[in-house]
T-cell receptor, first 112, second 113 residues
Framework: DAKTTQPNSMESNEEEPVHLPCNHSTISGTDYIHWYRQLPSQGPEYVIHGLTSNVNNRMASLAIAEDRKSSTLILHRATLRDAAVYYCILRRTTSGTYKYIFGTGTRLKVLA | EAGVVQSPRYKIIEKKQPVAFWCNPISGHNTLYWYLQNLGQGPELLIRYENEEAVDDSQLPKDRFSAERLKGVDSTLKIQPAELGDSAVYLC???????????FGPGTRLTVT
């Protein structure tokens, strides 16, 4: 199964970098690694995704281990608005289509 | 650009009653998803539409749940009859195609008493 393992919760101080880890030891060669986050009382929102190489966008960076069995989402400067549940997801190809398997995520608390 | 719209935001019903949720996806998005999210858990896919065709409904409990996407735009998810265990948040999402990132609505929080 396309399972990911994340810590239940993490804390960070405002304006400091945050590294959110994710283990996905059962990843297969065609699985993409996606990150979404869910703010309170909202639906999840896309953060970033990658396959093998590290990725950067305006929201975050994604560092993928060489063996692809783990990855880290990096928020360069956490703000209070970054407090959310962060989901690391493997997008798996199944019967010619893609499926997201969400785990329980990491609840990030940002301290002022 | 307007996001995914869902209504109602909250619904409280008694068990055995019917309930329906409505979703309006982002304009131009061909793929539409319905997810179920239990408290403290990540979303679980119920059904995925490509235009008006349901292409993945393997996780939809078909004895009591039904969905439709007429004209390939808006979608409705129905539960009849509702059970206590159906209390959850029902999320709708859309994407340009199944390859693209998904945009989620705020969800409908259902409470069955």
């Amino acid at each position: 199964d396309a399972k990911t393992t994340q810590p239940n919760s993490m804390e960070s101080n405002e304006e400091e970098p945050v590294h959110l880890p994710c283990n996905h030891s059962t990843i297969s060669g065609t699985d993409y690694i996606h990150w979404y986050r869910q703010l309170p009382s909202q639906g999840p929102e896309y953060v970033i995704h990658g396959l093998t190489s590290n990725v950067n966008n305006r929201m975050a960076s994604l560092a993928i281990a060489e063996d692809r069995k783990s990855s880290t989402l990096i928020l360069h400067r956490a703000t209070l608005r970054d407090a959310a549940v962060y989901y690391c997801i493997l997008r798996r190809t199944t019967s010619g289509t893609y499926k997201y398997i969400f785990g329980t995520g990491t609840r990030l608390k940002v301290l002022a | 650009e307007a996001g995914v719209v869902q209504s109602p935001r909250y619904k409280i019903i008694e068990k055995k009653q019917p309930v329906a949720f409505w979703c309006n996806p982002i304009s131009g998005h061909n793929t539409l998803y319905w997810y179920l999210q239990n408290l403290g858990q990540g979303p679980e896919l119920l059904i995925r539409y490509e235009n008006e065709e349901a292409v993945d409904d393997s996780q939809l409990p078909k004895d009591r749940f039904s969905a439709e996407r007429l004209k390939g735009v808006d979608s409705t998810l129905k539960i009849q009859p509702a059970e206590l265990g159906d209390s959850a948040v029902y999320l709708c999402a859309s994407s340009l195609s199944y390859r693209d990132e998904q945009y989620f609505g705020p969800g409908t929080r259902l409470t069955v008493t």
